[in-house]
């Protein structure tokens, strides 16, 4: 099985709009295609610049144009969210609680509900 990255929808949308990679490729700042090509078959993911310039072109957010990516992304966070909020929370036990402690502290907790 492959380790690319699925969930890519930047073909799906260039070709809705009739573009070729190398007029997608234009359009992004790029002066090839194959570049996009990488991209459409989850072989690199782009840099933010280009990342955001295709959600320009196709009005779609890179969140959607890239649902993997932002899956794994938002699944990393929450991880690191629940290991902040340990970390802070041992800290704030062994000493009192600063007003910046306790408003990171609470925004933590909140954030970790919503997860």
């Known amino acids: 099985m492959s380790k690319k990255i699925v969930g890519n929808y930047l073909r799906a949308h260039r070709r809705t709009r009739g ?8 359009l992004v700042g790029y002066k090839n ?7 459409e078959l989850a072989k690199t993911i782009p840099p933010l610049t280009i990342a955001l310039a295709y959600e320009v072109v196709f009005e779609v957010p890179v969140a959607q144009l ?3 990516v932002h899956s794994i992304a938002t699944a990393a966070v929450a991880l690191n969210f629940a ?5 802070v929370e041992r800290q704030t036990a062994k000493q009192p609680l600063g007003r910046m402690a306790g408003h990171k502290l609470k925004w933590l907790r ?3 509900t919503m997860q």
């Open 110 to 112: 909140e954030r970790s």
């Open 33 to 39: 295609e194959w570049q996009v090509s990488r991209h």
């Open 66 to 68: 890239f649902k993997e």
């Open 83 to 87: 290991e902040l909020r340990a970390v």
């Open 19 to 26: 573009l070729s990679q190398r007029e997608l490729a234009l």
